[in-house]
Every structure is written in C-alpha cells, then in structure tokens.
C-alpha cells in the first residue's frame, strides 16, 4: 500500500520561496507509467492541481502556476519536491501530494497547512 507524506515549513513569508517535500513509501517514484502530483485546497475554495513529476522525471505545471512552480525529485530518496517562487498571502493552503496525473489521483497525503504572512 502506497504512503504518501509531506514535510516542509508551516508559516512562509511573502515574496520567499515555498519547498515542501513528498516521501514516498510502498511504490517508486521511478514505477512505469507513474505520475506524483502536487494539489493544494486555499481556505474555502476548491481544490487546485499545481503540477506533476512522472516517473521519467518530466514535469508538467499548471498554466495559472507555471511561471513560479518547478518540481524537482530525488530518487535515492523516493522524495519529490515542490518549489513555488514569490509567494503571496493567496498561496496560503493546505497542500497535499498525491499520486496520479493532472486528474486522477489514487493516493494521498494527509495534507500539510501553508501559511504566507510576514
């Protein structure tokens, strides 16, 4: 059974870099045909897929995130990490990683709270 866990800073102030890391237990991030995925839910909104690293190491962003977003993984550690650039206070969220392509996901993380204040 596949666990997904992400790990990084709570509270992140503005303009800064947010990283947050995905450690992967029960599959491989290198597994054929897999997609790892970064998603996030802002307070009271829905929730908003941000990117992807398959298991070739490509990635794919969001249109509305591209500029700001890369997502880079390391293997030896089956971990894949987010990076968004120039947070403001609309990036605060709960952001999850999961596993799966820009719409289906079929493992997650149980979620981790983003705060972007000064």
């Known amino acids: 059974q596949v666990q997904l866990q992400e790990s990084g800073p709570g509270l992140v102030k503005p303009s800064q870099t947010l990283s947050l890391t995905c450690t992967v237990s029960g599959d491989s991030i290198r597994t054929n045909y897999s997609y790892w995925s970064w998603i996030r839910q802002p307070p009271g909104k829905g929730l908003e897929w941000i990117g992807y690293i398959s298991f070739s190491g490509s990635t794919r962003y969001s249109p509305s995130l591209k500029i700001r977003t890369s997502i880079s993984r390391d293997t030896s550690k089956n971990q894949f990490t987010l990076h968004l650039s120039s947070v403001t206070p609309e990036d605060t969220a709960v952001y999850y990683c999961?596993?799966?392509?820009?719409?289906?996901?079929?493992?997650w993380g149980q979620g981790t709270q983003v705060t972007v204040s000064s």
């Open positions: 999961a596993r799966g392509d820009y719409k289906d996901f079929d493992s």
